[in-house]
């Protein structure tokens, strides 16, 4: 694990560069922060999508992502020194910055269902630790493969399970309106769901994270993948660019808000006690443009919600949805 050991021996350096657009929305509801310094084997990001539309899920992003640079960059020399149980350091942050976002509400209860999906990917050496709530997703471009590390906290992937293994049909999961209702948020309450792995991942040779908020999923599995790829050879802030450019090609009139932390990494040496990444499935291969939906236990779907159509994020009856 990463407790008490050194990153003397360990060669790492990060091309990290971000991007951000507020699409077809009034305002960003994204906020993301990122440190990476030059001459650290260390690094991490935080990436939140704000929920609530007027119920201030800009706000609720903001405060969240604050929350947890405080708590990592008050913790950075221990991360540094191998001293820092980086699982149990992201949980007692997002324990925190919910517990902050409660005593907003508490004092204000015009705000009463704010909330923020989160994502924080930690680097230490060549191993990657993560924490997420929600839908923002984590992906990893390695040999053209496309994955997507961090759980889906949404309905989408037990619909997508229920019409694998037939108890669905195919046309009714495609738009099957709950397929976008989030199981788990940072709003306050309890936390129904967090991902956050105790074995961490090894980075390797070639390797592109992305840290986002689920607007970049409005490009296809394939169109993102062929992206990253082509910009293997570039810098992290091309990358950017070139996904920003295929986000501004869609021309949607309803796109979403959509915020993406690139991180590029070198070569480090091959160490041990990491997961396997081979189980984790494919969504998508740089030459190809069909997805593969990553599996979950089917659940009930509950019938159609009625829909604030102001919000990207919307709340209703204790439940989110995305549009």
């Known amino acids: 694990m990463f407790d008490g050991e050194s990153t003397q021996n360990i060669t790492l350096e990060f091309d990290v560069a971000s991007g951000s657009i507020v699409g077809s929305r009034k305002q960003q509801e994204d906020a993301m922060l990122a ?16 929920i609530g539309g007027h119920a201030a899920g800009h706000l609720a992003s903001a405060m969240v992502t604050t929350e947890m640079f405080t708590h990592l960059k008050m913790q950075e020399s221990h991360l540094v020194s191998g001293a820092l149980n980086v699982p149990f350091a992201l949980r007692q942050a997002a324990t925190e910055a919910n517990n902050k976002i409660a005593e907003h509400i508490q004092r204000n209860s015009e705000t009463k269902g704010m909330g923020t999906t989160l994502l924080a990917p930690v680097i230490r050496g060549d191993r990657l630790s993560w924490l997420s709530v929600g839908d923002s997703p984590l992906y990893l471009l390695r040999e053209g493969a496309l994955r997507q590390l961090n759980q889906d906290h949404s309905m989408a992937p ?22 976008n209702m989030l199981t788990s948020v940072i709003n306050g309450s309890e936390i129904p769901e967090i991902d956050c792995p105790k074995t961490p991942i090894q980075i390797k040779e070639g390797d592109i994270l992305i840290a986002a908020t689920d607007g970049l999923q409005s490009l296809s599995n394939g169109v993102l993948a062929k992206t990253i790829k082509m910009g293997t050879e570039q810098t992290a802030m091309d990358l950017v660019r070139a996904l920003l450019a295929e986000l ?12 993406f932390v690139v991180i590029k990494a070198l070569p480090a040496e091959k160490v041990e006690d990491v997961m396997d990444l081979d189980a984790m499935p494919v969504l998508a291969m740089a030459d190809e443009d069909e997805a593969v939906s990553q599996q979950a236990a089917p659940v009930e779907v509950a019938p159609e919600p009625e829909k604030d159509e102001r919000k990207a994020y919307y709340y209703r009856g204790q439940k989110y949805y995305r549009d």
């Open 158 to 179: 037990q619909i997508d399970m229920m019409v694998k293994t037939g108890s669905m049909s195919a046309e009714v999961g495609k738009d099957h309106p709950d397929r």
């Open 248 to 259: 501004a090609n869609l021309d949607k009139p309803d796109q979403d808000n959509a915020t």
């Open 35 to 50: 440190n990476f310094s030059i001459g650290q084997a260390t690094g991490f990001a935080i990436v939140c999508d704000g």
